[in-house]
């Protein structure tokens, strides 16, 4: 799966898989808003009544402010959720002596 967190000019964050993209639109689906809390971050379920059948939403890229990769964290949260349920290790870089 390609997720990605989206900061749409609404100010959302949203984070969701990306199904196709093209010059002027972003195909996603599973989209889950970030909430900050106090100590931690929330979910909730983004455009909640999208119709089962065709749950892909086209996003104009007009209102996408900016596109970034998933926190290792944040995206174990997310696949929890919404993906394979397999939890990857974080990576980790070389030890040089």
Do not use: C
Request: proline letters at 5%; charged letters at 25%.
């Amino acid at each position: 799966m390609d997720v990605r967190l989206f900061r749409i000019v609404t100010g959302e964050e949203v984070i969701a898989e990306v199904v196709d993209e093209n010059a002027s639109t972003v195909t996603v689906r599973n989209g889950l808003v970030v909430i900050p809390q106090a100590q931690n971050i929330g979910f909730a379920p983004w455009s909640a009544v999208v119709s089962r059948e065709k749950p892909e939403l086209e996003v104009s890229r007009t209102h996408i402010v900016y596109v970034a990769e998933v926190e290792h964290n944040i995206r174990e949260k997310y696949d929890s959720i919404y993906g394979s349920k397999l939890v990857t290790p974080e990576p980790k870089g070389l030890i040089l002596q």
